[in-house]
């Protein structure tokens, strides 16, 4: 399974961003996609989740001002960006939780895409 992401780039704060993610490969079923994002110097963290059962989850951090959207038939997943800040400058990384015909799960990553919010 390979996901590639798109959309990235700058952006001054208060501005809005939108990523996608497409999803290619032969995989039995979908659990969940989402965003993931990693700043310099910092560790990777949860942005945003969308489940096969059609939940979110999203980091406190960005609630309110983030929406997660997908369609697990397409294989693709959303991530709409609005008032973005400085702090959301970050590489953000594609995520797919599969499940494989012979039974067994596991997660798969994009390349990422940078955003970086100006001041």
């Not at 039995?28 to 996609?33: C, H, K, P, Q, R």
């Not at 609630?63 to 800040?85: E, H, I, P």
Request: proline residues 2%.
């Amino acid at each position: 399974v390979q996901l590639v992401e798109s959309g990235g780039g700058l952006v001054q704060a208060g501005e809005s961003l939108g990523l996608s993610c497409a999803a290619s490969g032969s995989i039995f079923g979908i659990v969940a996609m989402g965003w993931y994002r990693q700043a310099p110097g910092k560790q990777r963290e949860l942005v945003a989740i969308n489940t096969s059962g059609g939940s979110t989850n999203y980091s406190d951090s960005v609630k309110g001002r983030f929406t997660v959207s997908g369609d697990n038939a397409k294989k693709m997943v959303y991530l709409q960006m609005n008032k973005l800040k400085p702090e959301d400058t970050a590489v953000y990384y594609c995520w797919l939780r599969g499940v494989h015909y012979r039974g067994g799960s596991d997660d798969y990553w994009g390349q990422g895409t940078q955003v970086i919010v100006s001041s």
